[in-house]
């Protein structure tokens, strides 16, 4: 018997222990992009990245290793999981560059947008998982919350933060497109080779960034960078990736992102409560709709 795949399960119930797992996951990363603002106040983007994916990638090869699953990409393999690679090394640099010019707490909310543009990429490349009424009001409400954290750069509030807000909301986007691309890749290539690759390639292009653009002012140290680049590699690039594309092999991304709708919330509680950020009105009214517009678009029921 087949095994079940993505497609076969797209209208299945979603089991509560799932729900609560990735409600768990979503509070994890809702804090990625705080520990990565506090990395960078000793490491330059490059080098974090660079350290970053190397504990993941440590940690993801030695779990598969251990359980006797190949990590080694057939040939005919090579050309796409390649292509995966570079949209993934280009959606971290836009991150981490982003998140150096701009609050953890307003980059928490950009980057977190990603499960709109998941949605919508999906409408076209996702057999049964397409755009509805529901969904674009789900949008509307979305893309109003990105105006008020934007407004931030022009009445005031956040001043100075554009270039940075723009550069993490590009990082949505390849975000998103990069788990349909993952969601795609999974359904016929082992999942931890195709996690393994794109670090594999990753790793030294971050580094030889580093070393061209960043030099050795970009490694610093401190005790909270050490533990920021531990939480992202341990726990992002390592336990949470792992875990985010296991459940994306059986479950269409759209069904599994609503549940990630708290996630920008959370990355600006913990912004205020870990580094002191300030909560504007903008972004404040910005995040909420935000969260609205992916719980909206991403509960949408199939039928128009």
Same mark, same amino acid.
């Given at each position: 018997?087949?095994?079940?795949?993505?497609?076969?399960?797209?209208?299945? +119930? =979603?089991?509560?222990?799932?729900?609560?797992?990735?409600?768990? /996951?979503?509070? @994890?990363? !809702? $804090?990625?992009?705080?520990? *990565?603002?506090?990395?960078?106040?000793?490491?330059?983007?490059?080098?974090?990245?660079?350290?970053?994916?190397?504990?993941?990638?440590?940690?993801?090869?030695?779990?598969?290793?251990?359980?006797?699953?190949?990590?080694?990409?057939?040939?005919?393999?090579?050309?796409?999981?390649?292509?995966?690679?570079?949209?993934?090394?280009?959606?971290?640099?836009?991150?981490?560059?982003?998140?150096?010019?701009?609050?953890?707490?307003?980059?928490?909310?950009?980057?977190?947008?990603?499960?709109?543009?998941?949605?919508?990429?999906?409408?076209?490349?996702?057999?049964?998982?397409?755009?509805?009424?529901?969904?674009?009001?789900?949008?509307?409400?979305?893309?109003?919350?990105?105006?008020?954290?934007?407004?931030?750069? +022009? =009445?005031?509030?956040?001043?100075?933060?554009?270039?940075?807000? /723009?550069?993490? @909301?590009? !990082? $949505?986007?390849?975000?998103? *497109?990069?788990?349909?691309?993952?969601?795609?890749?999974?359904?016929?290539?082992?999942?931890?080779?195709?996690?393994?690759?794109?670090?594999?390639?990753?790793?030294?292009?971050?580094?030889?960034?580093?070393?061209?653009?960043?030099?050795?002012?970009?490694?610093?140290?401190?005790?909270?960078?050490?533990?920021?680049?531990?939480?992202?590699?341990?726990?992002?690039?390592?336990?949470?990736?792992?875990?985010?594309?296991?459940?994306?092999?059986?479950?269409?991304?759209?069904?599994?992102?609503?549940?990630?709708?708290?996630?920008?919330?959370?990355?600006?509680?913990?912004?205020?409560?870990?580094?002191?950020?300030?909560?504007?009105?903008?972004?404040?009214?910005?995040?909420?709709?935000?969260?609205?517009?992916?719980?909206?678009?991403?509960?949408?029921?199939?039928?128009?």
């Amino acid at each position: 018997m087949p095994s079940k795949t993505l497609y076969q399960t797209s209208e299945s +119930f =979603i089991p509560p222990r799932v729900i609560c797992f990735v409600l768990f /996951l979503a509070v @994890l990363w !809702g $804090g990625n992009v705080v520990s *990565l603002k506090i990395g960078l106040e000793a490491l330059s983007p490059f080098a974090s990245a660079g350290f970053r994916f190397s504990i993941g990638l440590i940690l993801i090869a030695s779990w598969a290793l251990a359980n006797g699953i190949s990590i080694k990409p057939q040939r005919h393999e090579y050309l796409p999981l390649g292509l995966s690679a570079i949209l993934f090394v280009t959606q971290i640099v836009a991150l981490n560059w982003g998140t150096n010019l701009t609050r953890a707490g307003r980059a928490a909310v950009m980057t977190n947008t990603y499960p709109l543009f998941v949605a919508l990429i999906a409408h076209f490349v996702v057999p049964g998982d397409h755009m509805t009424r529901r969904k674009g009001l789900g949008l509307a409400f979305a893309f109003g919350g990105i105006c008020f954290v934007f407004r931030d750069n +022009f =009445i005031g509030g956040e001043q100075g933060h554009l270039t940075g807000d /723009l550069l993490t @909301l590009i !990082g $949505g986007f390849l975000l998103g *497109l990069l788990i349909v691309v993952t969601n795609r890749l999974i359904q016929r290539i082992n999942t931890y080779c195709v996690l393994t690759s794109q670090m594999v390639i990753g790793v030294p292009i971050f580094f030889t960034l580093s070393a061209i653009f960043e030099g050795k002012a970009g490694y610093g140290f401190s005790y909270p960078a050490l533990f920021a680049i531990l939480y992202q590699g341990a726990g992002i690039a390592g336990f949470c990736f792992v875990a985010w594309t296991l459940l994306l092999k059986d479950y269409l991304p759209s069904r599994l992102s609503v549940f990630f709708f708290t996630t920008p919330l959370w990355g600006i509680l913990l912004s205020n409560l870990l580094i002191g950020e300030p909560i504007t009105v903008g972004l404040t009214i910005g995040a909420a709709l935000v969260a609205l517009g992916i719980y909206t678009i991403n509960r949408s029921p199939s039928v128009k």
